[in-house]
């Protein structure tokens, strides 16, 4: 057997863009996590009879995809749940409050007009949700206005929604009154469905977490993502939730916090400590053996390599996942049978070249790797602005947050040798 195909079973286990979806994944792959807001979520849930409205936050790859999906298959019997993905839907450069409320009201009518979805169909609030869609896509310049049928409304739309609502658009079209009809025709459709159900609608919006965070801000800062009569989640970018800027806007809704699995002890003031954490780093050891586990390979990472990989991933899966991947890159370069830890530091180096850090950062990193806790402090940027610097910090991933009896936050390990390095030359030239 050639190298490649020897560890062509295994990197395919390992791909870092690829959340758990599906119930078979779930049960394959699955690590329960104590933190975990999921049944949090559910409890209230079954207390609620008013719309509630969620925010979702966590670092890119902390795994909110596959505790969403969870979400969703444990109420798919008791509640009509819609899945919004706004990273395929539409451009990341180019959304606002404007493009997820007309995709949301979208999503919304593709399920209505789904045979056996709801029964007692009121064709005429559909009719009104058409009406209110159409208007969106014949202020279009690039959209020709001939009469268009439902299913061609929402293709048409759905490719206006992919490029973004243009500039020209939103002068042609007053967007906030256009979008606030649109709410009212979802809200419609969403009264009558639930009680033709007799179930509750809940929608998950997932993918608004991997927008910066001005355009995260802007988006939010709008109440009319609030006013869809039905229980909602939407997913936002770590940097949102602890920017001093969100604490207004946040009041509307209840925030469940997705933390990554911590890889070292903290004190009791939430300090950062050098003490591993081993009841997190073998959680995290158990997402690498239970995917080789499928291959039946539970010994191809030795465990002090799976030790070191999971401390280097800080606890965040989509990073541990990578790193796993690039392991048995290196693994195949290196014509190895087995991942140790030589192959495994190798993975790591390579990784940390994804992470360019500025001379600006290393004071607040510091900061935080004493302190356990964000700073305010801000900087200057020509294209940027003023901004927060543990922002950029949080939203980047050089910096983590974790739980133990508080939140607490610390240097992601990847990068920790070019902290101490910085740490070595600033006493160097302190002592000279």
């Not at 903290?266 to 997190?280: E, I, K, M, V």
Request: charged fraction near 30%; aromatic fraction near 8%; charge should be negative.
């Amino acid at each position: 057997m050639s190298n490649a195909k020897y560890w062509k079973p295994a990197y395919q286990l390992f791909n870092p863009e690829q959340p758990l979806t599906t119930p078979e994944e779930m049960k394959d792959f699955y690590i329960q996590r104590e933190d975990s807001p999921v049944e949090n979520l559910i409890a209230i849930l079954e207390m609620e009879d008013e719309p509630a409205k969620f925010l979702l936050a966590g670092h890119r790859g902390s795994g909110k995809t596959t505790e969403l999906r969870r979400i969703q298959q444990e109420l798919a019997e008791n509640y009509a749940v819609i899945w919004v993905d706004t990273a395929t839907a539409l451009d990341r450069y180019n959304i606002g409050y404007a493009e997820v409320v007309v995709l949301i009201g979208m999503e919304v009518c593709r399920q209505a007009i789904k045979p056996g979805w709801w029964s007692n169909r009121d064709q005429r609030l559909l009719d009104d949700l058409e009406n209110s869609l159409t208007t969106v896509i014949y202020q279009d310049k690039e959209t020709e206005t001939e009469q268009l049928e439902l299913p061609e409304v929402l293709k048409k739309l759905g490719l206006i929604l992919k490029r973004g609502l243009t500039r020209d658009m939103t002068k042609t079209l007053n967007i906030r009154p256009a979008v606030s009809d649109i709410i009212d025709r979802v809200n419609d459709i969403i009264k009558a469905a639930e009680k033709d159900r007799k179930q509750k609608l809940l929608v998950i919006v997932d993918g608004l977490d991997r927008h910066d965070l001005r355009t995260a801000l802007e988006m939010f800062a709008s109440p009319l993502l609030t006013e869809l009569e039905c229980h909602i989640i939407y997913t936002i970018p770590i940097s949102l939730r602890y920017s001093p800027s969100f604490r207004q806007p946040m009041e509307s809704f209840q925030c469940l916090d997705l933390y990554n699995l911590p890889v070292f002890e903290c004190d009791r003031n939430s300090g950062p400590t050098s003490t591993p954490n081993q009841a997190g780093r073998d959680r995290l050891k158990s997402v690498i053996t239970k995917r080789l586990a499928k291959i039946n390979e539970t010994d191809l990472f030795t465990p002090d390599a799976l030790e070191l990989l999971s401390e280097k991933s800080g606890g965040v899966l989509r990073d541990l996942i990578r790193l796993a991947r690039g392991a048995c890159q290196v693994a195949l370069k290196k014509k190895k049978e087995y991942v140790d830890t030589t192959i495994a530091k190798e993975a790591i180096q390579e990784e940390r070249k994804a992470y360019t850090i500025n001379d600006y950062h290393f004071k607040e990193l510091a900061t935080v790797h004493e302190t356990g806790r964000l700073t305010t402090n801000t900087h200057h940027l020509p294209k940027q602005g003023e901004f927060v610097i543990c922002d950029e910090l949080l939203q980047n991933k050089y910096v983590l947050g974790y739980y133990g009896d508080h939140t607490w936050f610390d240097v992601h390990p990847i990068i920790i040798e070019d902290l101490e390095q910085w740490q070595g030359s600033q006493n160097s030239a302190v002592s000279s």
